[in-house]
């Protein structure tokens, strides 16, 4: 009876024990959550002190939230440019992907972040990658139209003629949008006019769809083709006709053939 009792006492002494670790192990991890979710909130607010505060006291660097954000990402998108810069020395990935597959540097391309971009771009962010729908940092600054974001990219050796899921490249996002500027730029950088999206839409299709008279101008002078048709069977003045631009109609039935 002794030695049962003995025995008894042994295995609750070590299911105590194991029990205790677990509590232990499960209050550290809520503890680590927390901490993390800590350096996020401190990166997308700005606040400096915390985010140093937060590393020093063994914080991951890369820790991720539950859509996969980094502190990184969370800092370049509200545009604290210090600390960008604070997190990548003290070592945070500049190519780490979230869920959805954006990086840093498609954020600060997508809001005109130039200083955090260049900052990104020095710290060897990779200037192609793609998100879940396929767009690229340059597709993002063409569709918002941040003309020096555009050209700092394209000098990084950013894909002009890169399309996404649905073919669009960042030519045909410019021009669909009525970026003159930004049109002129991807057109001198060797952008493809005569691409199509997965519609049959070229960049002078969407353009006489949308009326933006300038782009056309700009994209006949370069030789768009005129008579492209998308899926419908539709040309650029056809969509013009119909859309009612009767000034882009003109600029098109009266451009002068390329050689």
């Given amino acids: 009876m002794k030695m049962d009792m003995s025995r ?14 677990g509590i232990l192990l499960t209050v550290d991890r809520v503890n680590a ?38 502190a990184l990402m969370k800092a370049a998108y509200e545009g604290h440019r210090d600390i960008v ?32 971009m260049s900052v990104l771009l020095t710290s060897e ?3 192609n990658v793609k998100n879940n729908t396929g767009a690229t940092a340059l597709i993002f600054g063409a569709l918002n139209g941040h003309a020096n974001i555009i050209k700092e990219l394209l000098a990084a050796g950013a894909d002009v003629n890169a399309k996404d899921n649905k073919g669009k490249t960042a030519l045909q996002f410019a021009a669909a949008d009525g970026y003159n500027g930004v049109v002129e730029q991807l057109i001198a950088s060797g952008a493809d006019l005569q691409t199509k999206d997965s519609s049959g839409n070229t960049a002078l299709i969407l353009a006489a769809k949308q009326g933006h008279a300038e782009v056309v101008r ?11 048709t998308d899926k419908k069977g539709k040309t650029a003045s056809k969509w013009a006709v119909e859309k009612q631009h009767s000034k882009i109609f003109q600029l098109l039935v009266t451009a002068e053939p390329c050689d």
């Fill in 8 to 21: 008894f006492t042994a295995v609750c002494s070590l299911l105590i024990v194991f029990l205790s670790a």
């Fill in 33 to 70: 959550a927390e901490l993390s979710n800590s350096l996020l909130e401190a990166a997308e607010l700005g606040q400096m002190d915390k985010v140093k505060e937060l590393l020093s006291r063994g914080v991951p660097v890369d820790a991720k939230d539950h859509d996969g954000w980094t």
């Fill in 85 to 116: 810069e604070e997190l990548i020395a003290r070592g945070a990935s500049v190519n780490a992907q979230e869920n959805a597959g954006w990086t840093s540097l498609m954020m600060a391309a997508q809001f005109g972040y130039q200083s955090i």
């Fill in 125 to 127: 962010a990779k200037v």
């Fill in 218 to 228: 700009l994209l006949l002078a370069n030789c768009a083709d005129v008579r492209a």
